[in-house]
């Protein structure tokens, strides 16, 4: 008799951990690295308590991808129990192509996206398990023939923004991104192959958009927050920099050394290569080093990890409009005055933008199946609340000390 293992989550709590090839899946070290991936990268230095990782996340996605297959099932939708494993095992691993302080440094130290780096990992495990996640694959790449469960998975009302909108406002304590997850799963409904919301759900699934747009604003790009991951992204590159020029010398943590000084996608060899190596980089590797570059020889690398490490963060200025080029060339002479020539300007000042929207209807439409049975896109039955207005938001960053 197979007993499931239960995981007592402080968003859910317990969590039913199903026996057999889903709990295989999350023993296995790959999975396990995500324990070490923070879900938040530096927001913990503005929100204390954001210290929850990739682990977390992939754990609770699964269980609300179970939730919603319960209620799909309840309602006379066809899912056969090795669909109900595929999609679960599909969320389960959407997440775990992520490399370091997750979204942060993304492309900074491999040049794969995640979503990329979780499917070579997929495939890697498909062999190991002798061909049992092929379903969970095809699902996760959208070519299954019934594509609501990979909208379940990916798409503008899936179960993993559902998870990260809760376990986020959780540990950060902003409140403004609670939402109601059990009445939007409850309120789905396949219609004609793709996932669908009952009409009385759109209260709920407007109220999960706003929250969203709060949580993009107060949290994944509140100005502290995107300051300390840029000031993140300028050490890296600058490590890079140095590690790349041979007559250089830099110390660094692990196999981080060896990617950063890789050239291209050709230089890191054939894929179960590259996943050997990166499944063993996490979070650890880069706070390492950054201790480490804190007494670098190179000036600028260790003005700025000395910076991160002891929260000594930059100054930002944000504009609903562009920056100008003459506030730029101030803060560069003010630098220069201030530092002298051997400092580096682009990774003391830098500059860029960040967009957001509450709604998007260039992407695949939340559609709603209204009491007629009638399935209309979501921009269509919203009465104010959705409209697709993108605000783009323009940062300088620069020391405190100039000021």
Same mark, same amino acid.
């Given at each position: 008799?197979? $007993?499931?293992?239960l995981l007592?989550?402080?968003?859910y709590?317990?969590?039913?951990?199903?026996?057999?090839?889903?709990?295989?899946?999350?023993?296995?070290? $790959?999975f396990?690295?995500?324990?070490?991936?923070k879900?938040?990268?530096?927001?913990?230095y503005? %929100?204390?308590?954001?210290?929850h990782?990739?682990?977390h996340?992939a754990?609770?996605a699964?269980?609300?991808?179970?939730?919603?297959?319960?209620?799909?099932?309840?309602?006379?939708?066809?899912?056969?129990?090795?669909?109900?494993?595929?999609?679960?095992?599909?969320?389960?691993?959407?997440?775990?192509?992520?490399?370091?302080?997750?979204?942060?440094?993304?492309?900074?130290i491999?040049?794969?996206?995640?979503e990329?780096?979780?499917?070579?990992?997929?495939d +890697?495990?498909?062999?190991?398990?002798?061909?049992?996640?092929?379903?969970?694959?095809?699902?996760?790449?959208?070519? %299954?023939?019934?594509?609501?469960?990979?909208?379940?998975i990916?798409?503008?009302?899936?179960?993993?923004?559902?998870?990260?909108?809760?376990?986020? *406002?959780?540990?950060t304590?902003?409140?403004?991104?609670v939402?109601?997850?059990?009445?939007? /799963?409850s309120?789905?409904n396949?219609?004609?192959?793709?996932?669908?919301?009952?009409e009385?759900?759109?209260?709920?699934i407007e109220?999960?958009? #706003?929250?969203?747009?709060?949580?993009?604003?107060?949290?994944?790009?509140?100005?502290t927050?995107?300051?300390?991951?840029?000031?993140l /992204?300028?050490? #890296?590159?600058?490590?890079?920099? #140095?590690?790349?020029?041979?007559?250089? *010398?830099?110390? =660094?943590s692990?196999?981080?050394?060896?990617?950063?000084?890789s050239?291209?996608?050709?230089?890191f060899?054939?894929?179960?290569?590259?996943i050997?190596?990166?499944?063993q980089?996490d979070? $650890?590797?880069?706070? =390492?080093?950054?201790?480490?570059?804190?007494?670098s020889?190179?000036?600028?690398?260790?003005?700025?990890?000395? *910076?991160?490490?002891?929260r000594?963060?930059?100054?930002?200025?944000?504009?609903?409009?562009? /920056?100008?080029?003459?506030?730029?060339?101030e803060?560069?002479?003010?630098?220069?005055?201030?530092?002298?020539?051997?400092?580096?300007?682009k %990774?003391?000042?830098?500059?860029?933008?960040?967009r957001?929207t509450?709604? *998007?209807?260039?992407k695949?439409?939340i559609?709603?199946?209204?009491?007629?049975?009638?399935?209309?896109?979501?921009?269509?039955?919203?009465?104010?609340?959705? +409209?697709?207005?993108?605000?783009?938001?323009?940062y300088?960053c $620069?020391?405190?000390?100039?000021?």
């Amino acid at each position: 008799m197979r $007993y499931n293992k239960l995981l007592n989550d402080p968003i859910y709590g317990l969590i039913d951990m199903p026996s057999g090839l889903i709990f295989k899946l999350i023993e296995h070290r $790959y999975f396990q690295r995500l324990r070490r991936i923070k879900q938040l990268g530096l927001t913990d230095y503005v %929100y204390p308590g954001a210290l929850h990782t990739r682990f977390h996340h992939a754990i609770g996605a699964m269980h609300l991808m179970k939730m919603a297959v319960t209620v799909l099932r309840q309602k006379g939708i066809d899912i056969s129990d090795a669909e109900k494993e595929g999609v679960m095992i599909g969320i389960l691993l959407h997440d775990i192509g992520h490399g370091p302080f997750s979204h942060a440094l993304e492309h900074k130290i491999l040049p794969f996206h995640h979503e990329d780096l979780s499917l070579m990992i997929m495939d +890697r495990l498909n062999e190991e398990f002798e061909g049992k996640l092929s379903l969970a694959i095809q699902i996760f790449k959208g070519e %299954y023939s019934k594509p609501f469960l990979h909208e379940l998975i990916s798409s503008q009302l899936d179960m993993d923004r559902m998870d990260y909108l809760k376990r986020d *406002s959780f540990f950060t304590g902003v409140h403004e991104g609670v939402i109601g997850h059990e009445r939007i /799963i409850s309120m789905l409904n396949v219609s004609d192959n793709h996932l669908v919301v009952e009409e009385k759900g759109i209260y709920s699934i407007e109220k999960f958009l #706003v929250a969203r747009r709060m949580m993009y604003w107060q949290v994944y790009l509140h100005k502290t927050v995107l300051t300390a991951e840029q000031m993140l /992204i300028r050490t #890296v590159l600058r490590a890079k920099e #140095v590690l790349q020029d041979d007559t250089n *010398s830099l110390e =660094c943590s692990g196999i981080l050394g060896r990617f950063l000084k890789s050239k291209g996608k050709n230089a890191f060899g054939d894929s179960n290569s590259v996943i050997e190596d990166f499944t063993q980089l996490d979070d $650890y590797d880069v706070i =390492c080093s950054l201790k480490i570059w804190q007494k670098s020889d190179d000036i600028t690398l260790s003005y700025l990890a000395e *910076s991160i490490m002891a929260r000594r963060l930059f100054a930002i200025e944000m504009s609903n409009d562009e /920056i100008e080029d003459e506030r730029k060339r101030e803060i560069g002479t003010k630098l220069r005055t201030k530092f002298g020539e051997d400092f580096n300007d682009k %990774y003391l000042i830098f500059s860029g933008s960040e967009r957001n929207t509450t709604y *998007s209807t260039s992407k695949k439409e939340i559609k709603m199946m209204l009491k007629s049975g009638e399935i209309k896109p979501l921009s269509e039955i919203s009465d104010d609340v959705i +409209r697709e207005l993108i605000i783009t938001k323009h940062y300088l960053c $620069y020391p405190k000390v100039l000021q």
